[in-house]
């Protein structure tokens, strides 16, 4: 066999490094060309601090939709999960913070409270408007979960319409001194609604948002 008749020589990967060229550039590339630039600047053109200034700004622009493009990208994927866990609590009973009451089809739903320490309770009942149209007086309480226990009657004993209430507790040691309370929502969740990204229960004719939710009952 002849040298002439020889297959030519190749080198498969100097036409794979040719034939794959990057057609972007990267925040790596950008700073590694930036550097460079400053090193080795042209002597007949120097590098005004001006056009420093606009490279620079070009460089953290797009360094930071970046990083916002990565956070939406986070936000999202996780706004999907809580959608998702949310639409499996139907049907539960929760422990949520708040203090709003609800009577929906003359059914009265249920709150609760927790003193910090022992004392005397009131609790006092506002319609939608704040009015005031129930006290109770709830006697001497410890430190373990009460609940409201209202029945949806006004002080006269007149039964109260459908609509949204609220309720406060004011408690005071066996020396007078106001007595932190803390407040709780309970009801079984009958349905979630989505609103801007945010999951809401629908729980006993309210609406309680899911990064109020303390607890699962059962």
Do not use: C, H
């Amino acid at each position: 066999m002849s040298v002439s008749s020889l297959p030519p020589i190749t080198n498969s990967n100097s036409t794979t490094a040719i034939t794959q060229r990057k057609t972007t550039l990267t925040q790596d590339d950008f700073m590694n060309l930036f550097v460079k630039q400053l090193k080795f600047p042209n002597p007949l053109q120097p590098l005004d601090n001006n056009q420093m200034a606009t490279q620079m700004d070009q460089f953290n622009t797009a360094s930071a939709l970046t990083t916002m493009n990565t956070r939406l990208n986070q936000m999202t994927s996780q706004t999907s999960l809580s959608n998702l866990q949310a639409s499996t609590l139907i049907g539960k009973k929760i422990q949520a913070k708040g203090n709003n009451l609800a009577i929906q089809n003359g059914m009265v739903s249920n709150g609760a409270y927790q003193l910090s320490q022992a004392g005397n309770v009131t609790i006092q009942i506002s319609d939608s408007s704040g009015n005031l149209v129930r006290q109770i007086n709830a006697g001497y309480q410890g430190t373990s979960m009460q609940n409201i226990g209202w029945d949806g009657k006004n002080q006269q004993g007149t039964t109260l319409p459908d609509g949204t209430y609220t309720f406060k507790v004011l408690a005071a040691d066996q020396k007078g001194q106001a007595v932190t309370v803390t407040t709780y929502q309970l009801g079984k969740v009958d349905g979630v609604s989505f609103e801007n990204g945010t999951a809401y229960f629908q729980v006993g004719g309210n609406k309680i948002n899911f990064r109020n939710i303390l607890s699962i009952l059962n």
